[in-house]
């Protein structure tokens, strides 16, 4: 069962709900870890991602029920381990868990984070807003030893605005002593519902969404009840499906706050968009426009994790369109997978250069990481004939079941 076959050139028509947010909910279940007692998750995506983290926290020692979209966790017999590299590769939002386990336990080992090959992606900004902080960090083959038993609260100044690092800071610095102000944090929604998530339970943090945030340290923490966000990646990406297919959706259970940039683009090229307190409708045009030149970068910014989706979308455009990836350097990997799709594509560094072709034709691609997956099976949906989409892993990672909301709103895709 790893791989998408699409029938393409059926419209999307139809409503869908979409599912809590996965970059929403992996920095909140490392959260759990600091507090005692038991946490109530409401609205949970049943993706990988989530049931990898799940099994870490297993791991742990806490006890998880799950009941339909909820999960109940009690922490109370959580116990310390050393996290192996093999669990820390699966997947990069691990390294979430060395603030999380730091602010509990003050010590931990972990391995070196994996994740999606979409750039280099190393630690160092997590690592050095550590050390600031008092962490002692002492590496032994590819372990990370690390010892917060002399962690006070800094000023942390990030290099650059990571929603990792921004996240980590945040999770050692809630339980530890003194006040921590970080600049240049992230200002993702995802930083302010993990802000919101661990006031809940009696931390003390202020600023998140802003380019400042602060952080009175409290002793501890207790467990909370807590409804998941509405996922704008996956959002976005059931808009871009509409687009490229000529459909028409209407998305129930989004925050179109969070995603001014991708429906600003999606208007620009051509698409009606109604947007009401929930929910947000699209109506694709007959063909979509070329759109002025997108640079992705840190939110408010156009999501890097949107970039592939809405690269397939302008592959159908009447002209021209631009896309710089300016925070991943290897996230261009679905390129060579549209052009055997009959796109025209050609990269200059980190610069795309779209040429709009009349129609993309249906091939045998392989998705090489989440996002680049999800573009590829857009692209599928739109061309003519038959498409396989290699690697259903990676996308189920990110989406949950996308063939059968897809199949919903009248596409022809199966998971084989
Ligand atoms: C998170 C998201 C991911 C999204 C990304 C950027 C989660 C689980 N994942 O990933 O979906 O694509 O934000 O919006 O929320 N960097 C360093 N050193 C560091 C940390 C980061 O150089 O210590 C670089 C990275 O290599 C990358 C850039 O900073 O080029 C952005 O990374 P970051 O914002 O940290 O992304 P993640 O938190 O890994």
Do not use: W
């Not at 650059?160 to 921590?180: D, M, Q, R, Y």
């Not at 979509?288 to 970068?297: D, E, L």
């Not at 796109?343 to 990481?369: F, N, P």
């Amino acid at each position: 069962m790893d791989r998408y076959r699409i029938e393409g050139g059926r419209p999307l028509k139809g409503i869908v709900t979409v599912r809590g947010s996965k970059n929403g909910i992996l920095p909140i279940l490392a959260g759990v870890m600091l507090t005692k007692g038991e946490t109530i998750l409401h609205h949970c995506p049943s993706i990988a991602d989530v049931h990898f983290t799940l099994e870490m926290l297993e791991q742990l020692g806490c006890r998880i029920q799950k009941q339909n979209r909820s999960i109940i966790i009690n922490t109370n017999d959580c116990k310390n381990i050393d996290i192996n590299s093999k669990s820390v590769q699966k997947m990069r939002s691990s390294i979430l868990f060395m603030g999380a386990l730091l602010g509990r336990f003050k010590e931990v080992n972990i391995g070196y984070p994996g994740g999606c090959e979409i750039g280099l992606r190393p630690i160092d900004l997590h690592l050095k807003a550590f050390r600031e902080m008092g962490v002692s960090i002492e590496e032994e083959k590819g372990i990370l030893c690390c010892d917060a038993s002399k962690c006070i609260g800094q000023k942390i100044n990030l290099d650059f605005p990571s929603v990792g690092a921004t996240e980590n800071c945040i999770l050692l610095a809630t339980i530890s002593k003194g006040h921590t102000t970080i600049y240049n944090a992230a200002c993702e929604p995802e930083i302010v519902e993990l802000q919101t998530f661990l006031n809940l339970c009696g931390a003390n943090i202020k600023g998140a969404g802003t380019e400042c945030i602060s952080i009175e340290g409290v002793q501890e923490l207790h467990g909370a009840e807590y409804t998941v966000s509405p996922d704008r990646i996956e959002a976005g990406t059931f808009l871009c499906g509409a687009a490229i297919t000529k459909g028409e959706i209407e998305l129930k259970n989004v925050c179109a706050d969070n995603m001014r940039q991708v429906l600003l683009r999606l208007g620009e090229a051509g698409c009606i968009i109604k947007e009401q307190k929930d929910s947000i409708y699209l109506k694709a045009p007959q063909k979509i426009k070329p759109v002025s030149r997108i640079h992705t970068g840190p939110y408010p910014d156009f999501p890097t994790d949107m970039q592939p989706q809405f690269m397939s979308v302008l592959t159908l455009a009447s002209g021209t369109s631009i896309i710089s990836e300016t925070v991943f350097e290897s996230r261009f990997k679905h390129i060579s997978e549209l052009c055997r799709m009959g796109a025209d594509i050609t990269v200059e560094g980190q610069t795309a250069i779209i040429k709009g072709v009349k129609s993309l034709k249906g091939a045998y691609v392989c998705g090489r990481d989440l996002r680049c997956g999800a573009a590829l099976i857009l692209a599928g949906l739109a061309a003519e004939g038959e498409t396989v989409v290699e690697n259903a892993c990676y996308v189920k990672r990110g989406y949950e079941q996308i063939e059968k909301v897809f199949t919903s709103l009248g596409a022809n895709i199966v998971l084989e």
